[in-house]
């Protein structure tokens, strides 16, 4: 599933961010680039990512 359609960052690359050590909205803005045109989705990004971070 898309979390942020201005860069078309899915759930998938949300998963391996985490796996590369991506732990914040920051860091998973500096590895796909989410949340740095409109904003809209960072805070479903953040459920997302403590989700995965919870798998892992």
């Given amino acids: 599933m898309y979390i942020c359609i201005?860069?078309?960052?899915?759930e998938k690359d949300i998963q391996k961010a985490v796996g590369k050590g991506a732990c914040s909205i920051a860091?998973?803005?500096e590895l796909t680039?989410?949340?740095?045109?409109?904003?809209?989705?960072?805070e479903?990004?953040?459920?997302v990512l403590n989700q995965c971070a919870r798998k892992s």
């Fill in 44 to 47: 479903h990004a953040n459920q």
């Fill in 27 to 29: 860091r998973l803005s």
């Fill in 6 to 10: 201005c860069h078309a960052v899915t």
């Fill in 33 to 42: 680039l989410l949340g740095t045109q409109c904003g809209c989705c960072t």
